[in-house]
Every structure is written in structure tokens, then in C-alpha cells.
């Protein structure tokens, strides 16, 4: 069952920085692309990136780009999200989540996430 465990959220000042990880569970993440998510309570989940299956492209959402940067290591099993210039606006639950290709239908179910608090 293709399932991830995110970690690296916690509180952060805006302008800060976090650098998010996803490791894979019980399946081997070279073979899926790599989208991170977010969700804040009362709204729906939305895509902030996501990464091909041979990490040749990329794409993010209009709101993260130019600050955020994800990346893979297959090596490790691993996914990231290098989080700067935080804004009030990222705070959110973030979620990992495999499917063939970017904006492919979403294969497994979902981790716990990682909280992300920017906030002075």
C-alpha cells in the first residue's frame, strides 16, 4: 500500500524557512511522481508541487513559486519541500502523495502530514 510519512513541519516566523521530508512506506518512490499538498481545516486540500518520476520536471503552484523547491533522492526512498519566504498564508497541514505522473490521479491513501505554523 503506497503510503508516506511526512516530517520537518513546526512553528516559524514569516520570512523563515523549513525544509519538509516525505518517506516512503512499503513501496519503492522511483517509480511514481512526487506531489506535496496542503490543507488548511474547513478548506479543501490543494497541490503546491510536484516533481516527475526522474525528477526532470517540476511544477508549483502560483502562490509557492520561486519559494519553495522540491526535491527527490530515490536512493533513500525520500521526498522534500524547501519551504522560504514564509508567509502567514502557507500555514497548513502538508501532505505527500504519489501518482504515474504529475496531475495523475493520486495512488494510496494519506499520511498524518506535518503541521506548518508561520506565525511572529
Known amino acids: 500500500q503506497l503510503q508516506f510519512v511526512e516530517s520537518g513541519g513546526g512553528l516559524v516566523q514569516p520570512g523563515g524557512s523549513l525544509t519538509l521530508s516525505c518517506a516512503a512506506s512499503?513501496?519503492?518512490?522511483?517509480?511514481?511522481?512526487i506531489g506535496w499538498f496542503r490543507q488548511v481545516p474547513g478548506k479543501e486540500r490543494e497541490g503546491v508541487s510536484c516533481?516527475?518520476?526522474?525528477?526532470?520536471?517540476?511544477n508549483y503552484a502560483d502562490s509557492v513559486k520561486g519559494r519553495f523547491t522540491i526535491s527527490r533522492d530515490n536512493a533513500k526512498n525520500t521526498a522534500g519541500l524547501r519551504m522560504n519566504s514564509l508567509k502567514p498564508e502557507d500555514t497548513a497541514i502538508y501532505y505527500c502523495?504519489?501518482?504515474?505522473?504529475?496531475?495523475?490521479?493520486?495512488?494510496?491513501?494519506w499520511g498524518q502530514g506535518t503541521q506548518v505554523t508561520v506565525s511572529s
Open positions: 502523495a504519489a501518482s504515474i505522473t504529475c496531475g495523475g490521479n493520486l495512488l494510496g491513501s
Open positions: 512499503g513501496f519503492t518512490l522511483e517509480y511514481y511522481a
Open positions: 516533481i516527475s518520476e526522474g525528477g526532470g520536471s517540476t
